[in-house]
């Protein structure tokens, strides 16, 4: 080997070599919990004292016993109606909002953008006897979207739809240059048509990053649902599976990992999708220069 | 077209509120009603007039905002003044009722009557009545939790039992529903004046005095046994005895902010309070740092355009992130379960993790940093593509090394795009219940403080104390709630000042 192919060796080493270590390290912390819950949702035996980090056997009892004696697939759908419901229409609520903020000048704008965040410090959990108290007036009048629908949590999860999201949108509409406006009005749109077939069409990575943060924030919401739901049929995977393992959690937590990794599937495909949105979105805005 | 679907949209508010109006007019529910028109009159308004733009765009979320966050904040702030909790859930009024049902005994003496449990609705699940006939007079009375009335001798049957076998209305259970719904049989008291009937079995009844009354010159609970006189205390609402004595329940009263002092100043309290709000603030502190620390780190290691394979990496390192966060921090608890754990078995160790104040706290953090170092990873990566190669370059040439330049010239326009995410972060940590819940439960609890634990947060002691076993206390809860929103609206308004993001806000 000539003296210069070492030379070369130990650049690629400090250049590139290291980079590759580095990133293995992290690849294993970072799969490593999820290979367990790989290794725990084959594994024939189903309990959590049999289950080694590595796969033992390859079985898929558990997930015929999850599909077939829990609820699992009731929870599957009632939690994907709620959370794209709610990503829809809380994107939708918000880019609304944030189009006022952005375009318009009207009184009280500055005020209601910043109570906007100040309101999305409280968490809406601390509020949830007050809650509790107005769900059980509202099921007593109006049981269809009283406790135990899905259409009753729906509504209460909107009311967080106003908030740091909004404040994002805005600033990605506030990007989208005044010009486009002013030509489509001198061309005789109305603001509604300005909002429809113009703004949305421009900002659609930051919906789509919105659209995915919700859905997210949604499937994992665990505390609001778990006051919210306490019939079987009407929960969702969150409360669903918690209650799975509250009880027993050596011997059920073979269908908990099976649940855990079908959980994912809506998440990593919808996440898969958006991916090419996401870097761009989340830091849309920010960095200036 | 525009004008068919803004016809069709409205239409549709419109029946909406038509079918949510219909329960309350059945029911008189007269406030509930005019707000309902109100609001709907407001709405067709708005959308009707060419004026208020801005407004058509606002008013969707802010009505939602309105309903479900902003009252329910306002009435829990509001309850933070009060002592509303077990014990003090209702009015005066319900007090004295509850006091005064509860202490009713069947005096010799007192009248009889013929039984017969029915319901208006099914006979499983409707609201209990009971059919009185007094066996002395014959008249039949109906007597539910609000009280008796009479019913006229031609609804009603009566069997050779004196016994109502047949009413109009009603639908009598046999013995068999009956006995099913036993429990609330026994339960139920219907309110008379001088007491309440109560059921003997599941044929007859007795009404019995009670023997404490409400006697509203003295405002006070006169138990005619013993003669003690409770007074009613507006401070406490409670009634008490001059022995100290108190009866149950109580009511809900104002109490101004003895909550908010009693945080502070109880000293069974506010020792563990300050000791959760330090750890709460560490613990925000230190998962903003190990994600942030972390993430950039990675993203680093992979920003070069010589290492193939970039793209695979990607995925894998933020897969944490896609799986269900819920479900990931069960998993946790389950890997660091002292008998059964994964951490513990693969590692031949014997730590009871979650047992010892210092190692539930690590262990916490670990937790939380695994799940939350991708998305500082995502935002990174973003940035430093955003960062313009020259930059660095530039620095390269002046002859800085490849630490001096990240520090001087990366790090800065890192921090400027991603100073407002962080401020986020922190306070989505300083409130993350799940991740302490579901991993650690907010213990070890140390025994001379049972309701905080050694990973507890604000909102984990919170979440305990209105709904733990112990007796629930909104009012308390409410107040310590308070005071979460007022530290992080100070603390991100702070931070927010000083990155100048006002700048933004308000362009």
């Given amino acids: 080997m000539s003296s210069s192919h070492a030379a070369a060796r130990r650049t690629w080493w400090r250049e590139v070599g290291w980079r590759h270590v580095a990133a293995l390290v992290a690849v294993g912390f970072a799969l490593f919990p999820i290979v367990f819950v790989v290794s725990a949702a084959v594994n024939p035996l189903g309990t959590l004292s049999s289950t080694q980090l590595a796969p033992t056997g390859a079985s898929l009892d558990n997930f015929a016993n999850l599909l077939t004696t829990t609820s699992f697939p009731r929870w599957f759908l009632n939690s994907v109606l709620i959370a794209g419901f709610a990503a829809f229409a809380a994107v939708f609520i918000s880019t609304l909002a944030a189009y006022a903020f952005s375009r318009m000048r009207f009184r009280g704008r500055r005020v209601g953008l910043l109570a906007l ?36 949590l729906m509504l209460l999860y909107l009311g967080g739809a106003l908030g740091v999201n909004t404040w994002l949108t805005k600033g990605f509409l506030d990007t989208v240059p005044r010009e486009l406006d002013e030509s489509a009005t001198v061309d005789g749109a109305s603001h509604v048509q300005i909002f429809f077939r113009i703004m949305l069409p421009l900002i659609t990575p930051i919906l789509a990053v919105t659209a995915l943060l919700v859905f997210i924030a949604t499937i994992n919401d665990f505390l609001i649902a778990n006051v919210f739901l306490t019939q079987d049929d009407s929960k969702t995977l969150a409360v669903g599976m918690y209650g799975m393992i509250a009880g027993q959690r050596n011997a059920n937590f073979g269908m908990f990992a099976a649940g855990t990794l079908l959980t994912a599937i809506p998440t990593v495909v919808v996440f898969q999708v958006l991916q090419r949105y996401i870097v761009h979105g989340l830091t849309a805005g920010a960095v200036k220069g | 077209m525009r004008l068919f679907l803004k016809a069709l949209l409205l239409g549709l508010v419109v029946a909406i509120a038509i079918w949510a109006a219909f329960p309350l007019i059945e029911t008189g529910a007269w406030v509930g009603l005019g707000i309902l028109v109100a609001t709907t009159a407001g709405i067709l308004y708005l959308y009707l007039s060419r004026r208020h733009i801005p407004a058509k765009y606002l008013v969707p979320g802010t009505l939602f905002l309105i309903a479900f966050q902003l009252f329910p904040v306002l009435y829990t702030v509001s309850t933070a003044f009060t002592n509303f909790g077990d014990g003090h859930r209702g009015d005066k009024e319900q007090a004295i009722v509850s006091i005064q049902t509860a202490s009713v005994r069947q005096l010799p003496g007192s009248p009889e009557y013929a039984l017969s449990v029915a319901t208006a609705g099914e006979p499983a699940t409707g609201e209990l009545v009971f059919l009185l006939r007094d066996s002395g007079t014959g008249e039949v009375f109906a007597g539910d939790q609000d009280g008796l009335t009479g019913v006229p001798a031609g609804e009603v049957n009566v069997g050779l039992d004196g016994r109502v076998n047949e009413a109009a209305g009603y639908t009598i259970l046999d013995t068999g529903q009956a006995s099913a719904r036993s429990d609330e049989i026994t339960d139920l008291a219907v309110p008379t004046d001088q007491g ?92 903003v740092g190990f994600t942030f620390a972390l993430g950039v780190a990675i993203a680093l290691a992979l920003h070069s355009d010589r290492l193939r394979g970039r793209a695979y990496y990607r995925v894998l390192l933020v897969l944490p992130y896609a799986m269900p966060a819920f479900a990931m921090l069960l998993v946790w608890r389950d890997m660091f379960n002292a008998d059964f754990g994964l951490i513990n078995r693969l590692f031949g160790l014997d730590v009871d993790w ?90 070890p609890f140390p025994p001379d403080s049972p309701q905080a634990g050694a990973t507890d947060l604000l909102i984990t002691y919170t979440y305990r104390l209105a709904f733990g076993g112990a007796g629930a206390e909104y009012g308390f809860a409410a107040a310590i709630s308070v005071y979460i929103f007022l530290i992080v609206a100070v603390v991100s308004a702070v931070a927010f000042r000083r990155t100048r993001q006002q700048e933004e806000v308000f362009r």
Avoid: K
Avoid at chain 1, 124 to 133: H, K, N, R, W
Avoid at chain 2, 433 to 439: C, G, K, R, S, V
């Fill in chain 1, 117 to 152: 965040l100040l309101i999305q410090m409280f968490p809406q959990f601390l509020a949830i006897v007050t809650i509790f108290l107005m769900f059980t007036t509202i099921t007593e009048y109006w049981p269809a979207v009283g406790f135990n629908t899905s259409a009753g």
């Fill in chain 2, 196 to 287: 309440a009937i109560l059921a003997a079995g599941l044929s007859r009844a007795y009404e019995g005095r009670a023997l404490r009354s409400y006697d509203r010159q003295c405002d006070c609970v006169v138990d005619t046994e013993t003669g003690v006189r409770y007074y009613a205390d507006p401070a406490e609402g409670s009634f008490i005895a001059d022995s100290g004595e108190r009866l149950v329940p109580g009511w809900r009263v104002n109490v101004g902010f003895d909550n908010f002092t009693r945080a502070l100043t109880d000293s069974r309290i506010a020792g563990p309070f300050l000791g959760t709000l330090v750890w709460n603030f560490a613990f925000a502190l230190g998962s």
């Fill in chain 2, 354 to 443: 979650m047992g010892g104040p210092w190692s539930a706290r690590g262990s916490v953090l670990l937790v939380n940093t695994w799940l939350g170092y991708p998305y500082m990873f995502l935002i990174a990566t973003g940035a430093l593509q955003a960062i313009p190669r020259e930059m660095t370059e530039a620095a390269r040439i002046d002859g800085a090394g490849p630490w001096h330049a990240f520090r001087r010239v990366t790090l800065p326009l890192l921090m400027v795009a991603l100073t407002p995410l962080l401020i986020a972060s922190f306070a989505f940590n300083f409130n993350n219940f799940n991740a302490i819940y579901l991993t650690s439960g907010g213990g």
